[in-house]
């Protein structure tokens, strides 16, 4: 099989015998052979094989197939190159292409190269291109793999009507009918081209028809239509060599005739230019050298034809001058054409290197246009300001980048400034480059913009957050029940509800600041939100609604503290009261819940006020009024009646401030005072201990009246 594939004599040589070690051995040799034609091979061994190994066994095959079957369908790609890119064919390749159909237009974009006989272009791709060339022009004919590119039978006709088209009326078949289609092919080339029909219509009328299969019948038309081409060629070949032998045998037959004339010439010539029998005068000898000279200048035929003498201008010595011009031009040409040469080659070094650069450059360019593209900004003022912080870096880098840009410019510029062959294409680029240079720079420009009203949002954010966390510090204080638990200590929380208050008054500005810059990213003109406009007008309205109610709650606390303060001043008034009552009182203390009630607990619940100086003094006060002493003598008594009246006069006195004070308490009742129930039953307290006192003044003025009157008796009854 390997001398019939490879069509050498040094394919391996198979040793004879039946058993497995015969086997291998040759295997072997097959195998080596394989990797000598540099066919891959991986993961097989002659075990594998000789095993029974169906699926290495048949790669195997369809390996050795593709490497030989297909191998000379890569002369088309040489033959191709060699018309359009100079590229060296093997000698002993059996096709070759002298048409000049326009095959750049088909091997544009593949590169043919051969570097000690490696084909970069594999036996596979070399076929794939002849299909397409000869398919070329065929409508409903799009052939750009071996597989659903055959499924309509369309190709394989296309090929068959390229090389026979008295076999196919083309036109007539319909792309729709595939299975006629394939069928006509196949039967077409069984019976008029002896191909054997290795396909059916039902093997290609499939989703996915089996590319090694397409593969091995269309090689079976290309080594057909190769052969057929390359006797149509030898013919040509045979008919030109014919011709160009009777054209030489009648050069030949004339070169004879004219070199035998001109030899004759030449003899006679001799014979006559050997006479040295000059004339004997001076004349005649000018004349004999004058007549030598223009035989030199003129041509003379073999026939005795008359001399022909050449015209000015075109004499031997202008032909000579002319020739040495040609030499001259010929040398300088060869001279301009190499420094060319030099300069196309550093143009196309240059250009290479642009378009290098260019590439790389648009590259970055994208990548850097997507990622400028994107708004993740984040959520709040920390995630905003590190994002800030990143699109600094981008912009560093963008700036630092420019540099490049330029670069690339520059290069483009020297093309153009060297007259570059496709400066359109390079100029072309280079706008490209530019284009998407300042498209970046204005996506970089638009998103600092974005990001910097983002970043102002969040901070007018911020400061709304602040506002309100200081709002709800300053409503917690507000919503304090603690009005003071003495006159002094409401005097002290007005003082600081001052401040309160003036802390209150200054934030005002900075809310209606904040509010401000707020409403300048709510408006709902066209251009970038950073937020939803509505979500700023909701925080704004409750920012607001939530100061109002702070300002509302200090005004509420005010006045209950000032409230608080009447309140206490009323317990204060009333306490000097009760006081002045337990004090004078002659008879008795009064009951002790009395002063529960003046300095007990608070109606906040506050601790009991001290009163252990008042009950001190009350104490004292009421030992020596509850003294029984009306007078031991009339003098007594009489000065003890004086004291009584004098404290009836201050009685009288302390009523009018009692009823004042009663009618403060009565107005905070009026008013609803918070405490108004303390407030009742303290005043009702001190009418009642006033009432008592009162009683107590009446019983120890009668009874000191009536001690002076026992005196006053006991004196007149005194004997003289």
Not at 7 to 36: W, Y
Not at 89 to 116: K, N, Y
Not at 364 to 392: M, P
Not at 636 to 664: P, V
């Amino acid at each position: 099989m390997f001398d019939g594939a490879s069509r050498r004599q040094t394919s391996p040589k198979p040793t004879k015998g039946r058993m497995r070690i015969h086997c291998l051995e040759n295997v072997d040799k097959a195998l080596q052979f394989l990797k000598e034609q540099r066919v891959h091979l991986e993961n097989m061994g002659s075990h594998d094989i000789v095993d029974g190994n169906h699926r290495l066994t048949l790669g195997l095959i369809w390996t050795i197939i593709l490497r030989f079957q297909t191998k000379r369908t890569r002369n088309v790609i040489f033959a191709v190159c060699r018309w359009s890119c100079s590229v060296k064919c093997d000698p002993g390749d059996d096709v070759i292409v002298r048409d000049s159909e326009q095959l750049a237009e088909w091997i544009q974009d593949i590169s043919v190269e051969t570097e000690d006989n490696k084909e970069k272009k594999s036996a596979k791709d070399a076929l794939l291109l002849w299909c397409q060339m000869k398919s070329a022009g065929y409508p409903n004919v799009n052939i750009h793999n071996f597989t659903t590119s055959w499924r309509d039978g369309m190709a394989f006709n296309a090929l068959i009507h390229k090389h026979r088209p008295d076999l196919i009326d083309f036109d007539k078949l319909k792309k729709s009918n595939a299975h006629h289609n394939l069928q006509n092919a196949f039967n077409l080339a069984e019976q008029h081209l002896g191909l054997t029909k290795l396909l059916d219509p039902e093997d290609i009328s499939v989703d996915h028809p089996d590319e090694k299969s397409i593969i091995t019948y269309v090689v079976t038309y290309y080594h057909y239509f190769s052969k057929m081409k390359a006797l149509k060629v030898e013919g040509k070949r045979i008919g030109k060599v014919l011709d160009n032998a009777i054209e030489t045998e009648k050069m030949i037959e004339k070169y004879e005739s004219l070199a035998s004339d001109l030899l004759e010439w030449i003899e006679q010539t001799i014979i006559i230019l050997n006479n040295r029998k000059f004339a004997n005068s001076l004349v005649g000898v000018q004349q004999q050298l004058q007549a030598f000279n223009t035989y030199r200048t003129s041509k003379m035929r073999a026939n005795n034809q008359k001399v022909y003498t050449p015209r000015e201008g075109k004499l031997i010595s202008d032909i000579n001058k002319a020739w040495e011009r040609l030499e001259k031009a010929e040398h300088e040409r060869e001279l301009a054409l190499r420094t060319e040469l030099i300069r196309q080659e550093k143009l196309e070094q240059l250009a290479r290197r642009f378009d290098r650069k260019a590439a790389m450059r648009e590259t970055w360019l994208s990548e850097n246009q997507r990622l400028v593209s994107q708004d993740n900004f984040g959520y709040d003022l920390q995630a905003v300001e590190a994002a800030t912080k990143k699109h600094e870096a981008i912009e560093t880098d963008i700036s630092a980048y420019e540099e490049r840009v330029q670069a690339v410019l520059a290069v483009a510029k020297e093309l153009e400034a060297e007259n570059y062959h496709d400066i359109k294409r390079v100029t072309a680029r280079k706008d490209n480059v530019i284009r998407l240079w300042e498209y970046l720079l204005e996506l970089l420009k638009a998103r600092r913009l974005r990001l910097e009203l983002n970043l102002g949002l969040q901070r007018v954010f911020q400061e709304m957050l602040y506002i309100m966390d200081w709002m709800d510090e300053m409503k917690m204080l507000l919503l304090s029940q603690d009005y003071g638990k003495h006159l002094l200590g409401v005097e002290d929380l007005l003082h600081k509800h001052a401040l309160v208050e003036a802390d209150i008054g200054i934030q005002a500005d900075r809310v209606r600041n904040v509010n401000s810059n707020a409403q300048k990213f709510a408006s709902d003109t066209e251009g970038y939100k950073p937020c939803d406009p509505q979500v700023i007008r909701d925080r704004v309205a409750h920012m607001e609604f939530c100061y109002q109610e702070l300002s509302q709650l200090a005004a509420e606390r005010r006045a209950r503290l000032e409230e608080s303060r009447r309140l206490w001043k009323f317990f204060w008034e009333m306490a000097e009261e009760v006081t002045f009552i337990n004090c004078i009182a002659p008879f008795g203390r009064l009951p002790g819940a009395f002063f529960e009630c003046v300095f007990g607990g608070d109606v906040t619940g506050a601790p009991v006020v001290s009163r252990a100086p008042q009950e001190g003094w009350i104490r004292e006060k009421e030992q020596i009024l509850s003294s029984e002493d009306y007078g031991k003598d009339l003098t007594g008594a009489l000065r003890l009646l004086s004291q009584h009246k004098a404290f009836e006069d201050e009685m009288s006195g302390r009523a009018a401030h009692l009823q004042q004070t009663i009618k403060q308490g009565d107005e905070l009742v009026a008013d609803n005072h918070f405490g108004s129930d303390k407030i009742k039953e303290r005043i009702q307290d001190v009418q009642e201990q006033w009432a008592a006192l009162e009683r107590l003044s009446a019983v120890r003025k009668a009874r000191l009246q009536e001690a002076c009157n026992q005196h006053q008796f006991q004196v007149k009854l005194r004997p003289r």
